[in-house]
Each structure stands twice: as structure tokens, then as C-alpha cells.
């Protein structure tokens, strides 16, 4: 069974602060997905990776997909509380099941 | 356009009861998936439906059930609830074939409290 651990589990911290979430696996994936998720919603796409060593950005959000396709991270530079929410990344396992990390919750303080 | 649509949001049901859950994917859109969201299990895939044919299913037992319509509506039942049932349901579509790398848009989700 193909996994996805996600780390931190929490992060609490302070606005204009930087921070770093992981997403590893001992298995490939051909694509990998971040989504973040609102209290009482449904997760939101933020971005697919597909290409391994690719780097995408999303004004303060940067993704990596690590070389190998095993891992994947997400930075953020100069948090803002807008960007609480549970960060959740996903990829499809061998038989194109999308299956999700555990999450990170993250929280920013003004 | 709409986005997807679960209704209903929030539901309480009493052990043993059966439920049927539904799910309007966005228009156009012929791929829905179902997953359950636990605090303690996260996400955990349900099924997934393309053009009315289940295309992945996963390790729930044979209480969880589901199906799609020819107008890619889709439900889902579970019959003889349980306590550990209780978790939020979330319904995702996507226009595209499930086996082609892509992103899915979830509903709100329905809350199901078992009592």
C-alpha cells in the first residue's frame, strides 16, 4: 500500500513568518497535489505536479516534487492568517486510487 | 459555473438506520469520487465513478455502497449504521478520465453524526 506522510502534523506560527511542509513516500507517484482545507469545507486545489524535480509557484506558495517523484513540499513565504487551514497533499498509487496525506494544520497568528 | 453540490449538509441518524448521500458533480464533469474525512483516519477513498462505471473502489466493507446516474449525479448509501460512521463525506468531480494526472473540486461536504 502506497502512503503518504505529511510533516508537521501542527504548526502554529507568527505572521510574516516562513514555513516548510513535507510530504514523503517510500513509493513513486506520477503526480502529486496539494489542496488546502477550510474548517467546514471541502479541500481546494492549489497545484498538481507532474514532472519530477518540477518547482511551481503560487504567489507566496512555493511546490517542489522531489527528483525521484517520492516527495514534494510546500513553501510559504511570509504567512499571512489567511493562510490557516489543514494542508493536504495527495497523489495517485498504482491503481489510480488519489489517496491523501494526513495533513498538516497550519495556523498563523496575526 | 456551479460547483459541486452535496446535499444533504448536515445529517444525524440513529444506529443501524440506513443513509443515501448525493452528490451533483460539476456540469460536464463525468468522474466523481467519495471519500470519508475522520479526524483520527484523515481522508480515506471511498469510490470513484467514470461514465456511470465504478472504476476504483476502496477498503470500506459492503455497507458503504454506491453508484452514478447517466446525468453523472452520483450517491452513495451506507446501510446498517455505525458509530464510527460519524465522519464528514465528501464528493470530488472531475472532467477528466481518472487515469490522466489531474486535480479534483470538491463539494462541502455532508456531516453525518450516527447517535
Known amino acids: 500500500t502506497q502512503l503518504l506522510e505529511q510533516s508537521p502534523q501542527f504548526l502554529s506560527i507568527q505572521e510574516g513568518e516562513n514555513l516548510t511542509v513535507y510530504c514523503n513516500s517510500s513509493?513513486?507517484?506520477?503526480?502529486l497535489q496539494w489542496y488546502r482545507q477550510e474548517p467546514g469545507e471541502g479541500p481546494v486545489l492549489l497545484v498538481t505536479v507532474v514532472t519530477g524535480g518540477e518547482v511551481k509557484k503560487l504567489k507566496r506558495l512555493t511546490f517542489q516534487f522531489g527528483d525521484a517523484r517520492k516527495d514534494s513540499s510546500l513553501h510559504i513565504t511570509a504567512a499571512q492568517p489567511g493562510d490557516t487551514g489543514l494542508y493536504l497533499c495527495a497523489g495517485r498509487d498504482s491503481s489510480y486510487k488519489l489517496i491523501f496525506g494526513s495533513g498538516t494544520r497550519l495556523l498563523v497568528r496575526p | 459555473k456551479a460547483g459541486v453540490t452535496q446535499t444533504p449538509r448536515y445529517l444525524i441518524k440513529t444506529r443501524g438506520q440506513q443513509v443515501t448521500l448525493s452528490c451533483s458533480p460539476i456540469s460536464g464533469h463525468r468522474s466523481v469520487s467519495w471519500y470519508q474525512q475522520t479526524p483520527g483516519q484523515g481522508l480515506q477513498f471511498l469510490f470513484e465513478y467514470f461514465s456511470e462505471t465504478q472504476r476504483n473502489k476502496g477498503n470500506f466493507p459492503g455497507r458503504f455502497s454506491g453508484r452514478q446516474f447517466s446525468n453523472s449525479r452520483s450517491e452513495m448509501n451506507v446501510s446498517t449504521l455505525e458509530l464510527g460512521d460519524s465522519a464528514l463525506y465528501l464528493c470530488a468531480s472531475s472532467g477528466l478520465d481518472p487515469n490522466i494526472a489531474h486535480g479534483y473540486t470538491f463539494g462541502s461536504g455532508t456531516r453525518l453524526t450516527v447517535v
Open positions: 513509493s513513486v507517484f506520477s503526480s
